[in-house]
T-cell receptor, first 117, second 117 residues
């Protein structure tokens, strides 16, 4: 079974530029998450999708961040314009279901390391 | 919001010895899940072990076991017979059992484990 795929692995941009990250979840996984992991911290949820609908985007800085999951499969996360404090690793994860009375495991991709200069 | 605290930024252990990583959390919920994730330098977050709050028995996965103290809101990870491959960042994470946030993981700040040959 293929894991969660992300690209690119690394990206360096200047502040005020835009950038986009791509994520392909595990086949059949309905739920997709984007996390931001700043150096020295644990990951923080930015947005959660169930199929192609948004479940939780309360922590997404909507003035500059946007995300979409067309057709309920792949997802893209965009930052426009980028700020220095956006330097972080952006992790994508997927799981099999949102409904939870059991612990549906989240599977993580390798992440994209973004450096904003 | 739930908070997860890992008070040990760094730990080291001699190969083949045992080490315990600490984690405490704060919640008003009665049902939830707790996890330990391992993040090697490659950045791929891997689930090590999970614990359901309604279960009194501590979870065990091979050389990994937890000490879950619900009343004290404590969830420590014990690694026995430490191996060089255990060197990584370890994150404690919390997830509610119900509601819209049912799949949202709250992470601690991590503990960097070094294994000394």
């Amino acid at each position: 079974e293929a894991g969660v795929a992300q690209s690119p692995r690394y990206k360096i941009i200047e502040k005020r530029q835009s950038v986009a990250f791509w994520c392909n979840p595990i086949s059949g996984h309905a739920t997709l998450y984007w996390y931001q992991q700043i150096l020295g911290q644990g990951p923080k949820l930015l947005i959660q999708f169930q199929n192609n609908g948004v479940v939780d985007d309360s922590q997404l800085p909507k003035d500059r961040f946007s995300a979409e999951r067309l057709k309920g499969v792949d997802s893209t996360l965009k930052i426009q314009p980028a700020k220095l404090e956006d330097s972080a690793v952006y992790l994508c994860a997927s799981s099999s279901s949102r409904l939870s009375t059991s612990s549906y495991e989240q599977y993580f991709g390798p992440g994209t390391r973004l450096t904003v200069t | 919001a739930q908070t997860v605290t890992q008070s040990q930024p760094e730990m080291s252990v001699q190969e083949a010895e045992t080490v315990t990583l600490s984690c405490t959390y704060d919640t008003s919920e009665s049902d939830y899940y707790l996890f330990w994730y391992k993040q090697p330098p490659s950045r791929q977050m891997i689930l090590v072990i999970r614990q359901e709050a309604y279960k009194q028995q501590n979870a065990t996965e091979n050389r990994f076991s937890v000490n879950f103290q619900k009343a004290a809101k404590s969830f420590s990870l014990k690694i026995s017979d430490s191996q060089l491959g255990d060197a990584a960042m370890y994150f404690c994470a919390y997830r509610s059992a119900f509601g819209n946030g049912a799949n949202n993981l709250f992470f601690g700040t991590g503990t960097r484990l070094t294994v000394i040959p």
